[in-house]
T-cell receptor
Framework: GNSVTQMEGPVTLSEEAFLTINCTYT??????LFWYVQYPGEGLQLLLK?????DKGSNKGFEATYRKETTSFHLEKGSVQVSDSAVYFC??????????FGSGTQLTVLP | NAGVTQTPKFRVLKTGQSMTLLCAQD?????MYWYRQDPGMGLRLIHY???????AKGEVPDGYNVSRLKKQNFLLGLESAAPSQTSVYFC???????????????FGPGTRLTVL
């Protein structure tokens, strides 16, 4: 079946530091890949997505590239801000447009 | 446009009690989903619906039932609550669409359930 393995957290960075959160997946076929973000006390919001190999999703300074050869979709940001503190989930879409999520990575950015 | 709303926000139950969680969306979405979120495990799909009057099992359906009598509502029921069902429950909805396409899932704010 489908699965998503995410870099374990928590991750603590200083403001303006570079961020990488690793995500690898196992899936049949050609899934779409996503990063969702969950701010404290809220539901999940779609951060970015990529629907085919070599696509790069980007939003709010975050980027991730769909790498089919390494089955990866790592999240990066060049300069994090305190407001980026949240839990980040990697996910893939399977049949019936169901999402399979990774375990989540807690990011804390210190001023 | 409220998006996806969930009722209640918090609930404490005793083992064996029953309850229903209500999810409502005002975006005319075809697909609706119920997930549970547990520490270190991400979100896991409980049940989902691809249209009014339809439901299907997800990854962890045991101990839960659902109904989709109206397109805008998706109810999650616990007939006899157990401590293992202590979790945060999220509802989501999406447009649906043809096979091979994907539409963004929009999530509600969650319901925190504790079973004693």
């Amino acid at each position: 079946g489908n699965s998503v393995t995410q870099m374990e957290g928590p991750v603590t960075l200083s403001e303006e530091a570079f961020l990488t959160i690793n995500c690898t997946y196992t899936a049949t076929g050609y899934p779409s890949l996503f990063w969702y973000v969950q701010y404290p006390g809220e539901g999940l919001q779609l951060l970015l997505k990529a629907t085919k190999a070599d696509d790069k999703g980007s939003n709010k300074g975050f980027e991730a590239t769909y790498r089919k050869e390494t089955t990866s979709f790592h999240l990066e940001k060049g300069s994090v801000q305190v407001s980026d503190s949240a839990v980040y989930f990697c996910a893939l879409s399977g049949s019936a447009r169901q999402l399979t999520f990774g375990s989540g990575t807690q990011l804390t950015v210190l001023p | 446009n409220a998006g996806v709303t969930q009722t209640p926000k918090f609930r404490v139950l005793k083992t064996g009690q029953s309850m229903t969680l209500l999810c409502a969306q005002d975006m005319n979405h075809e697909y609706m989903y119920w997930y549970r979120q547990d520490p270190g495990m991400g979100l896991r799909l409980i049940h989902y619906s691809v249209g009014e009057g339809t439901t299907a099992k997800g990854e962890v359906p045991d101990g839960y039932n659902v109904s989709r009598l109206k397109k805008q509502n998706f109810l999650l029921g616990l007939e006899s609550a157990a401590p293992s069902q202590t979790s945060v429950y999220f509802c989501a909805s999406s447009l649906g669409g043809s096979s091979g396409s994907y539409n963004e899932q929009f999530f509600g704010p969650g319901t925190r359930l504790t079973v004693l």
